[in-house]
């Protein structure tokens, strides 16, 4: 039986993405708004990524106010990762849609309940309606706890320490 995800998937709201900007078009626009030359600009950015490495191979984060922060760190085999969270102000100021200047393909579909999922899959797939038994709690169809609701965990386990690794 299909999922919510494969209705999500055909149905729901996605954005057009447009090709990625090189760097040439960066720089040009940097140079615009900042005033400097394209060369520096240039030579700055592709500095950019040998300063977050060397910083990284010292175990040290990079912050950068306004965009994120690069992190280091290792996995249990012994892989070296390096992470890049985006700041909260950033992120943020993308999610005002009002702001957005792309395509969004079924922008009426922003919002939809998992039955409104589920209307648009059976209509198109009556031989294969759409199957919401097995969303998890905590989904828009399912209830969520109240607030302050006990959990399932005894007051026994809340208060008894937790083992140290």
Request: glycine letters at 8%; zero cysteines; proline letters at 10%.
């Amino acid at each position: 039986m299909p999922a919510l995800i494969q209705a999500f998937h055909r149905y729901g709201p996605r954005l057009v993405r447009r090709p990625a900007i090189q760097l040439d078009d960066l720089v040009a626009r940097l140079s615009q708004t900042a005033g400097l030359r394209h060369s520096l600009i240039q030579a700055v950015l592709r500095e950019l990524a040998d300063a977050v490495l060397h910083h990284a191979r010292r175990g040290a984060s990079l912050h950068l106010p306004g965009l994120g922060t690069f992190r280091p760190s290792i996995r249990g085999d012994g892989e070296l990762r390096l992470h890049f969270r985006i700041a909260p102000s950033l992120q943020q100021s993308f999610a005002d849609r009002s702001a957005f200047r792309g395509t969004i393909v079924n922008r009426a579909r922003i919002g939809l309940s998992p039955a409104g999922y589920k209307a648009l899959w059976d209509a198109d797939h009556p031989d294969r309606p759409l199957d919401l038994s097995q969303l998890p709690l905590g989904s828009p169809s399912t209830p969520r706890p109240a607030p302050g609701a006990r959990s399932l965990r005894s007051d026994q386990e809340r208060s008894s320490p937790r083992p140290s690794s």
